[in-house]
């Protein structure tokens, strides 16, 4: 996993854009033809949620987050969500454990639980000064962009995307909102467990 961060005010910043994508294997020919680099490939991640019973992170919209991909686990804390031109800002702060299993066991230990759970299948491109994911859900296709806000304009402009179709929502949102039309979408948004 590779990420781009702006730090402001001594805090390291996530800057991105999150969009829906109909066909990921149009968006990864643009990159390639772009002579886009590929810095990760395609890979299975599991991303628990934690809070205290009370939800207090994310009644103060803060997630902290527990991801395993392959072989690695990151921690992470996220702060409030902010909207500047277009793009999505928030404090976020990571740190790689080494054993995902003790970290759950820590935080269970401090309190919290898992509140959530979400899976994805990701790849991930550096093009234009700009982190490219793109990403596989159980809820659908989706390209993320990381950067400074002009380079990730200009990204999304030239891999055919609209940016006036920015998600301002983040995964568990997005799929808290789909549940709330949808009741029998499972609590978790995972995979199917192939037979």
């Not at 527990?66 to 909207?83: C, S």
Request: hydrophobic residues 35%; charged residues 35%.
């Amino acid at each position: 996993m590779t990420e781009l961060r702006r730090p402001t005010k001594g805090a390291p910043e996530e800057v991105e854009i999150k969009l829906h994508c109909a066909d990921l294997s149009a968006a990864r020919e643009r990159l390639r033809a772009a002579g886009a680099e590929q810095v990760s490939e395609a890979h299975a991640e599991s991303n628990d949620l934690y809070d205290d019973p009370d939800s207090t992170l994310r009644g103060r919209g803060c997630t902290l987050r527990l991801r395993r991909a392959g072989n690695q686990a990151i921690l992470t804390f996220k702060g409030p969500a902010r909207f500047e031109n277009g793009v999505r800002l928030r404090e976020e702060r990571e740190i790689t454990v080494s054993d995902a299993a003790e970290a759950e066991a820590i935080l269970r230990g401090l309190g919290l639980k898992r509140l959530f759970r979400y899976e994805k299948r990701r790849e991930e491109w550096r093009w234009n000064n700009c982190l490219v994911a793109l990403d596989e859900t159980p809820i659908g296709r989706f390209v993320e962009v990381e950067g400074d806000p002009p380079a990730i304009r200009r990204v999304v402009t030239e891999l055919a995307l609209d940016f006036a179709d920015a998600i301002p929502y983040s995964y568990p949102r997005l799929y808290e909102l789909r549940r709330e039309h949808d009741g029998t979408l499972p609590p978790d948004m995972v995979f199917p467990i192939a037979d």
